[in-house]
């Protein structure tokens, strides 16, 4: 079955740390674009940060540049997202996606192919 499936979320106190996983399985992310996403309740999604696993290309959203960090583990075929110092605003069910191709600089309007379940991330004051 092609699937995604993330972990690692959890409730953290702000300035803390977590590190998600998005794991793939029944596929390679092989010549695909990673993507991190979130929405917390009563928002609309948006997107956090974007990695392409042919040539390890990252972009971030601004609200998350110097604290968040993306990074893809090939041969485990899955790809993290640390997150430091995280504030309280952070808190959202984090989703991963995949899609075709590189990010590219319009990564936030793709269309993401495949997604996870989600995992909860809180974030308290």
């Known amino acids: 079955e092609v699937q995604l499936v993330e972990s690692g979320g959890g409730l953290v106190q702000a300035g803390g740390s977590l590190r998600l996983s998005c794991a793939a399985s029944?596929?390679?992310?092989?010549?695909?674009?990673i993507g991190w996403f979130r929405q917390a309740s009563g928002k609309e999604r948006e997107g956090v940060t974007c990695i392409s696993s042919s040539d390890g290309s990252t972009y971030y959203a601004d609200s998350v540049k110097g604290r968040f960090t993306i990074s893809s583990d090939n041969a485990k075929n899955t790809v993290y997202l640390q997150m430091n110092s995280l504030e309280p605003e952070d808190t959202a069910v984090y989703y991963c996606?995949?899609?075709?191709?590189?990010?590219?600089?319009?990564?936030?309007?793709?269309?993401?192919?495949?997604w996870g379940q989600g995992t909860q991330v809180t974030v308290s004051s």
């Open positions: 996606a995949v899609t075709n191709g590189e990010c590219g600089s319009s990564w936030l309007a793709r269309l993401w192919a495949l």
């Open positions: 029944g596929f390679t992310f092989d010549d695909n674009a």
